[in-house]
């Protein structure tokens, strides 16, 4: 059975940072692209980032480039989100979720087959 169980997320001032995990578990990792997408209230799902099965490759939405940086430990089955200079508008639902690929931006949900239960993350002075 796939399992992707994030956590990290929390209650955090504008400015600072935190870092999300994504523990995976059910299939093999480290042959999957991983994305990261969130959903803000009221909003649609947006995606956020994605890094290549070997972890050569990643790719960024604008609103984060700079801000955000995805990584993975393929001996851990595990995806991370570091992300810093954190704003009151990345305040949302993440959910890592598993692509249905290799390599590839995998920016539509239809590209995805498994999701965590998401963590939320609230940017409030």
């Known amino acids: 059975e796939v399992q992707l169980v994030e956590s990290g997320g929390g209650l955090v001032q504008p400015g600072g940072s935190l870092r999300l995990s994504c523990a995976a578990s059910g299939f093999t990792f480290s042959s999957y692209a991983m994305v990261w997408v969130r959903q803000a209230p009221g909003k649609g799902l947006e995606w956020v980032s994605t890094i290549y099965a070997d972890g050569g490759s990643t790719n960024y939405a604008d609103s984060v480039k700079g801000r955000f940086t995805i990584c993975r430990d393929n001996a851990k089955n595990t995806l991370y989100l570091q992300m810093n200079s954190l704003k009151p508008e990345d305040t949302a639902v993440y959910y890592c979720?598993?692509?249905?690929?290799?390599?590839?931006?995998?920016?539509?949900?239809?590209?995805?087959?498994?999701w965590g239960q998401g963590t939320q993350v609230t940017v409030s002075s």
């Open positions: 979720a598993k692509s249905l690929g290799y390599s590839g931006s995998f920016y539509y949900t239809r590209e995805y087959d498994y």
